[in-house]
């Protein structure tokens, strides 16, 4: 039987420090405060966006929503951000993924002040992460590095093996797992015998959008297993690992939902009050 690992339970204590740190600056600073840009009306990205809000909101921040039409121009989209670039009110900016395909992804984010990019994907964000230099790390994987060190997981001189090299997730999660010096091994659609590799990971990160992809024959005995996949199968959400053929076999696991998703969420807070105390000079 494997120790269940709830991001739910994490971020509700992680929130609860937040929400205090948040009372106690506001009585002489202003209100710290989240921007999020959505473009169109895709359900899942409306209701993404809508967890963020309560999730400011439930820790004192403020934030605000800007919701434009599906076939706003880049012009537009950028001017917007141009202001919020510049609006001393507003500690981070989240443009929200995937943007219609009219919209260039990169150019948009590229508009974003760095000291403002709070999911850590614009350009600069991601060269200082790969340069280890300081700056805003993308949300999930920071969110991954929390649940293993609330899970005690020993990642030092383990095999970490991780599935999907996204630039949100796969990517940057290899690289934070290497400076925690596990020995890192990425794998991909090209892979061939995956299995075979999955098989000797003490560590598995699993972020391939599959559902239950990642079976018991993939997992070998006491493995430590993320699961970052969210689908949607007959209306119900599952992971990229098949969970009640894997769990039995490893030692950590965590469920999808519950999982990883509200630590996205709550290390999005975290590098928005990071933002806030950079812009406020607070120190701490
Ligand atoms: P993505 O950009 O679509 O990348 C998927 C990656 O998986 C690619 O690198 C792809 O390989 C690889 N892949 C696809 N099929 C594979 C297979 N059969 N075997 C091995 N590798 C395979 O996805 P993403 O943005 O990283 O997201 C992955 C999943 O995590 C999705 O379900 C997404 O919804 C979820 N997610 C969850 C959170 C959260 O907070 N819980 C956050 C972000 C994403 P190639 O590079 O070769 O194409």
């Given amino acids: ?23 106690q600056y506001t009585r002489i600073h202003r209100q710290p405060k989240l921007a999020v840009v959505l473009v169109g009306d895709d ?14 909101d ?27 670039n ?37 350009p600069i964000s991601m060269g200082r992460f790969f340069a280890n230099q300081p700056g805003f790390k993308p949300c ?53 015998d995956l299995e075979e590799v999955t098989k000797t990971a003490d560590i598995l990160i699993v972020a391939i959008g599959k559902p239950r992809y990642i079976g018991a024959n993939h997992v070998k005995d006491g493995a430590v297993v993320i699961d970052v996949g969210v689908n949607r199968v007959d209306g119900k959400l599952c992971g990229d690992v098949d969970f009640d053929m894997v769990e039995p076999k490893v030692s950590v696991i965590t469920p999808v939902p519950k999982g990883v998703g509200p630590m996205t969420i709550t290390m999005l807070l975290s590098n928005t009050l990071q933002a806030y105390r950079l812009h406020e000079g607070i120190d701490v």
């Fill in 1 to 23: 039987m494997a120790r269940i690992i709830y991001g739910s339970e994490l971020s509700v204590k992680l929130k609860s420090d937040m929400a205090h740190q948040v009372e």
């Fill in 43 to 56: 359900p899942a990205s409306m209701s993404y966006v809508k967890g963020k809000e309560k999730a400011c």
């Fill in 58 to 84: 439930a820790i004192g921040m403020a934030s605000k929503t800007y919701h434009l039409d599906g076939s706003t121009t880049l012009d537009t989209l950028l001017t917007l951000i141009d202001g919020l």
């Fill in 86 to 122: 510049h609006d001393h009110t507003v500690d981070g900016i989240l443009v929200q993924l995937p943007l219609p395909d009219h919209l260039d992804e990169q150019q948009v984010l590229s508009k974003i002040d760095p000291s403002k990019d709070v999911d850590g994907l614009t």
């Fill in 140 to 192: 999930t994987p920071l969110g991954i590095m929390a649940l293993l060190k609330e899970a005690n997981v020993t990642i030092e001189g383990k095999h970490a093996v991780v599935v999907g090299r996204s630039q949100l997730v796969g990517n940057p999660i290899a690289q934070l797992l290497l400076r925690a010096n596990a020995t890192v091994t990425m794998c991909h659609s090209r892979t061939v």
